[in-house]
């Protein structure tokens, strides 16, 4: 079983920035991906942006060119670094993982931005 802890969300200022951090621990060995997902109220859960085996990425439109994936593979860690955050970010987000017969989900972070 892969195990995720989610950290870093909170409340900002629009225009502000904010850093997400997934831990993750168990079996690693067959991980396809990592990514991160947001729910915002009232919506359908959406891809936020995804971290390949071999290191390459993608992000969804709406972030792009703002939020930035990355992993440690050392510390076994996943970040998500957020700028110029926008109300519409707003959203409860998940750290994922894909291994090659299952999928884990973090428990959710929320990250709020109003002023």
């Known amino acids: 079983q892969v195990q995720l802890v989610e950290s870093g969300g909170g409340l900002v200022q629009p225009g502000g920035s904010l850093r997400l951090s997934c831990a993750v621990s168990g079996s690693t060995r067959d991980i396809i991906k990592m990514g991160w997902y947001r729910q915002a109220p009232g919506k359908q859960r959406e891809l936020v942006a995804v971290i390949n085996i071999g290191g390459s990425t993608n992000y969804a439109d709406s972030v792009k060119g703002r939020f930035t994936i990355s992993r440690d593979n050392v510390k076994n860690t996943m970040s998500l670094q957020m700028n110029s955050l926008i109300p519409e970010d707003t959203a409860v987000y998940y750290c994922?993982?894909?291994?090659?017969?299952?999928?884990?989900w973090g428990q959710g972070t929320q990250v709020t931005v109003s002023s």
């Open positions: 994922n993982i894909r291994r090659l017969f299952k999928e884990y």
